[in-house]
């Protein structure tokens, strides 16, 4: 089975995400926490010595992961490490960790270019009770010669936040928003009425590294997504792209930079904390994903992601990106002791009531059978695009080579875009997008 395999099931779990909406078993940057050997120590793991160290990709999971590890080591007496890598630094990470002599025993491979690089650091995960424990095998990913290098512990999907009250407030219906035309409307009616109401339409887009992905990542999905449709899959093979759809790419950044409590000159340092201006009620609109529902909500609970509408024809019918980067592997170079203790503390995660329901909460939704059943809105509204008939732009972006070095690109020619929107500076946005793309492509597989 191929990871091109996985790509196409992101449809048909959307569809049972529309149907069931209950997945299954089941920060701060840069922070660690190793859980004592206090408990009974139940675990036959415990009893050969082993232990579990995670390198997790995700700050915002920290604070549940050091909970639950010591709740783990509590119950078990198996010790837990969890480190958290800061925002946009998890590949530095991995890199100086594994180059330790006692390496994460669990980590992260997400995309295609992951399994290329870390691949051969993976334990085969067909066949471990872990894998037993899943619901589908739509996010696992598979190296050339068919092992299963990691697996989805949860997926997710992303969009544009829309907060309801402050559409409102501005006298507009969020149900009105269909294409990108009627976005349009909203967005330029209330920013340029941004004084007026306290409040303006889209949030700061920063362009440094805790925020840029939002734009060189995610919204860059749109492009290949489309584009995908028009020429078949994309996968770890395409060594080029045409760029078909970067007018409409650019119709929505434009609606976004132009649009904002911030102005786009002022994007490139970042330090605006765009998530904190969507809370405090200062902007309507925010480019984010269902692993922020629980902060937002909280905060703002009428809230609502809409899809990413750029004036593609027949968008009406668009709904939300779904797939995950968040993919589990397990060193093989650990020990067999290691490497059990981790696959127990992983089958806990996805199987305890307790520990999956507090997963769930901050991840959405896990694709196991015995997790608790999801809550997050942002995720039901995936599932009610899907429901109406909508398609689900899958996670195209997975395939960007040589992932850092080609949105480092695209960031600095943006940059300059932010700060003189020439026709010329665009012409190296469009260069940085499809140049790039095979140039990386190139030096990542020379």
């Given at each position: 089975m191929s ?16 149907t ?18 206090s408990?009974?120590?139940s ?17 915002e999971l920290?604070e ?30 991995l ?9 994460p025993?669990?980590?992260v491979?997400?995309?295609a270019?992951g ?12 066949g ?16 050339t ?8 512990y949860?997926y ?8 309801k ?5 501005a006298?507009h ?12 409307k ?14 303006d339409?889209f ?43 970067l ?8 609606l ?10 002022a ?6 904390d765009?998530a ?19 902060t937002?909500?909280?905060a ?29 592997a ?9 490497q ?35 809550t ?26 040589n ?12 940059n300059?875009?932010?700060s ?13 997008f ?13």
């Amino acid at each position: 089975m191929s990871m091109n395999v996985s790509r196409r099931a992101f449809v048909g779990t959307a569809g049972l995400l529309a149907t069931t909406l209950a997945a299954c078993s089941g920060g701060n940057g840069g922070s660690e926490s190793s859980a004592g050997d206090s408990g009974a120590g139940s675990a036959a793991s415990t009893a050969a010595g082993g232990s579990v160290y995670w390198l997790n990709f995700k700050p915002e999971l920290d604070e549940t992961l050091q909970e639950l590890a010591g709740t783990y080591t509590k119950e078990t007496g198996v010790p837990v490490k969890i480190v958290t890598a800061a925002s946009g630094t998890y590949n530095q990470t991995l890199i100086a960790e594994m180059d330790k002599s006692e390496a994460p025993t669990l980590f992260v491979i997400g995309n295609a270019a992951g399994v290329k690089e870390w691949g051969d650091f993976a334990l085969d995960l067909k066949g471990t009770a872990i894998e037993k424990e899943l619901n589908t095998d739509a996010y696992n990913l598979y190296d050339t010669e068919g092992k299963l290098v990691s697996i989805g512990y949860c997926y997710e999907c992303y969009g544009i936040v829309a907060n309801k009250d402050l559409i409102e407030k501005a006298g507009h219906a969020i149900d009105d928003i269909k294409d990108f035309e009627s976005l349009k409307k909203v967005v330029e009616d209330i920013h340029k009425r941004s004084n007026e109401l306290g409040f303006d339409a889209f949030v700061a887009t920063d362009m440094d590294d805790s925020s840029s992905w939002r734009v060189t990542g995610h919204l860059a999905n749109l492009e290949y997504y489309y584009e995908e449709q028009d020429t078949g899959d994309f996968d770890e093979s395409t060594s080029e792209i045409a760029g078909t759809y970067l007018p409409n790419y650019k119709k929505l950044y434009d609606l976004m930079i132009n649009n904002s409590v911030v102005e786009p000159s002022a994007l490139a340092t970042g330090g605006h904390d765009p998530a904190t201006q969507f809370t405090n009620g200062e902007a309507a609109f925010f480019l984010t994903g269902s692993w922020d529902y629980a902060t937002l909500s909280e905060a703002q609970p009428n809230v609502r992601m809409l899809p990413y509408y750029c004036g593609v024809s027949g968008e009406e019918k668009a709904g939300l990106n779904c797939g995950t980067e968040n993919c589990w592997a397990v060193n093989v170079n650990a020990t067999e002791e290691n490497q059990q203790a981790t696959i127990d503390f992983m089958v806990w995660l996805v199987s305890n009531p307790d520990a999956s329901a507090k997963m769930v909460e901050q991840l959405g939704i896990m694709p196991y059978t015995n997790a608790a059943e999801s809550t997050n809105g942002f995720l039901l509204n995936a599932a009610e695009y899907t429901a109406d008939g909508c398609y689900v732009m899958d996670w195209a972006t997975n395939y960007q080579p040589n992932v850092d070095q080609y949105r480092a690109a695209l960031v600095s020619a943006l940059n300059a875009y932010n700060s003189d929107p020439s026709d010329s500076n665009w012409d190296d946005v469009k260069k940085a997008f499809v140049d790039g793309w095979a140039t990386q492509y190139k030096a990542a597989n020379s």
